[in-house]
């Protein structure tokens, strides 16, 4: 427990700091801070395989010709315990709007992921268990928070992968600008729609 919360402690330190020194990005032209979006332009999303909560074996691939919505949590995360139940909205309210939700947990066992993310937050869509986190790590940009193992910088982020595999929205997390309800993704998934 303490090693975990360590973890956190040393996460969001670092994300304070990549915050500050990203808090340097321009403002739109009404003032505003910009998206949270880190991606650019649209770069090929890794491919994976995971088993879910049910042990079925999920791919990117199962996804091809959707919009996959991908958010990438572990049980012990504040922010990723937050963003839950907007995740489960999300998903109930694009349904039939050709968008998919997936949860990747990071390195826990089947049953704390079940007690502690799915039934916890009566989430309906699938939860895949990267336990060796190198799903997770494979996402991870190459030049963002080098002290951290690579697995543990995308913890809290959000994805947006489009229908051809490529990565239209990233978010990593950001404690000054936490988007809890997903407007930043919601805003970029509307916009593709």
């Not at 995971?50 to 958010?71: N, P």
């Not at 012990?76 to 998903?91: D, H, S, T, V």
């Not at 940009?141 to 947006?160: F, G, I, Q, Y």
């Not at 978010?171 to 930043?184: C, I, Q, R, V």
């Amino acid at each position: 427990m303490v090693c975990k919360g360590m973890k956190l402690l040393l996460l969001l330190s670092v994300l304070f700091i990549l915050n500050c020194k990203e808090s340097g990005r321009k403002a739109n032209a009404s003032g505003s801070e910009q998206s949270t979006n880190l991606v650019e332009r649209p770069i090929k999303s890794p491919n994976f395989s995971l088993a879910s909560l049910d042990d079925v074996i999920v791919s990117l691939d199962h996804y091809k010709g959707k919009f996959l919505v991908i958010h990438i949590a572990t049980t012990w995360c504040p922010f990723c315990n937050a963003e839950a139940p907007y995740l489960e909205k999300l998903f109930q309210d694009y349904q039939g709007k050709n968008v998919e939700v997936l949860l990747i947990d990071v390195k826990e066992p089947k049953e704390l992921v079940k007690e502690k993310l799915q039934r916890k937050y009566n989430l309906t869509f699938p939860i895949l268990l990267d336990i060796d986190g190198d799903v997770a790590a494979s996402f991870a940009p190459k030049d963002v928070l080098p002290d951290l193992s690579r697995d543990e910088v995308m913890l809290a982020s959000n994805l947006l992968i489009d229908p051809d595999g490529n990565i239209q929205f990233m978010s990593l997390l950001d404690s000054k600008n936490f988007d809890a309800e997903l407007h930043h993704l919601k805003s970029k998934l509307d916009e593709l729609l």
